[in-house]
């Protein structure tokens, strides 16, 4: 038993300390290499949420709801059509799409892993319309899409423990779970999943979320007004070396230079006409 034990213990460790899966990020085809599985981050970002989920207040706008979950859903079906035309099926199974919008004055939105996205009622003067609405849920979805969280997990992993990590994972108890070692060995805490992503997650989520938008027939283009309303209403400012985020100028110059490859995959829905038949007239002679 301590033979079979000590085994597990040694496969678990070398998934920390090794290379990791490498992966490919869709729509930028960048490589990553993640610690952690799939599995392990939907485990904890499930308990996280459902812990959130009991505290937030749903809103009460009714016609705010529904269109929230609307345009999510459009923008869900989009990227799952994606994905399962370019190679990643795979992906599409771990995903469980929520989109809420909860009682908050704050501008902002977050995504889980596995497609769990909360939109504050805060940002809603700032996207007023649809179009707009999609530009947000387009950059939270990609963050799920692009396995952010598990990015930056593994990422703190290899920056706090590296090769130390043997003799954390050895000091569990034998019938550890996961959320036993990681509470534990890689101190998750309640918040760890929200935790902000890098300012180059944030960009590349930016990127995807422009696409995403234009696949599910909104226009991207309306990125670079809606920015230019969330810049003019920030009241705090901090230098982009000193953010999570990139700065608003820096951000808004990124769309505008993005934005042409993001409009070849903008495919408007057809906007129905009414032809009116002109009544014919004739002139008799008299």
């Not at 769990?116 to 007023?128: C, H, M, N």
């Not at 947000?136 to 990609?142: D, F, N, S």
């Not at 929200?194 to 422009?210: Q, V």
Request: proline content about 4%; aromatic content about 10%.
């Amino acid at each position: 038993m301590r033979k079979i034990l000590f085994g597990l213990i040694m496969a678990v460790t070398a998934t920390f300390v090794g290379c990791g899966t490498a992966t490919k990020v869709p729509i930028t085809g960048r490589t990553q290499r993640l610690l952690v599985s799939d599995a392990q981050v939907l485990s904890l970002s499930n308990e996280q949420y459902s812990s959130y989920m009991k505290t937030a207040k749903p809103s009460t706008n009714k016609e705010n709801t529904e269109m929230v979950k609307r345009v999510g859903q459009k923008l869900a079906t989009a990227v799952e059509q994606y994905l399962n035309a370019n190679g990643y099926s795979a992906d599409v199974k771990n995903f469980a799409w929520e989109f809420n919008l909860v009682q908050d004055y704050s501008a902002n939105a977050f995504c889980m892993p596995g497609g769990k996205i909360v939109v504050y009622e805060g940002i809603l003067p700032y996207t007023k319309d649809e179009p707009s609405l999609a530009i947000v849920l387009g950059h939270e979805i990609a963050h799920a899409v692009a396995k952010h969280s598990a990015e930056q997990l593994s990422s703190q992993l290899k920056a706090q423990y590296g090769s130390q990590i043997l003799s954390t994972v050895l000091g569990q108890a034998a019938g550890a779970t996961w959320q036993q070692i990681g509470a534990a060995a890689f101190s998750f805490g309640s918040s760890s999943l929200l935790r902000k992503n890098s300012r180059s997650n944030e960009s590349e989520a930016d990127y995807m979320g422009l696409i995403f938008a234009a696949m599910a027939g909104y226009d991207p283009s309306v990125a670079v007004d809606f920015w230019k309303r969330m810049s003019a209403g920030s009241t705090t400012k901090k230098p982009e070396f000193f953010s999570d985020h990139p700065s608003d100028e820096r951000r808004i110059s990124d769309i505008q230079a993005r934005l042409p490859e993001a409009l070849k995959y903008y495919n408007p829905a057809p906007v129905a006409t009414t032809t009116k038949t002109a009544k014919k007239t004739t002139t008799k002679k008299k």
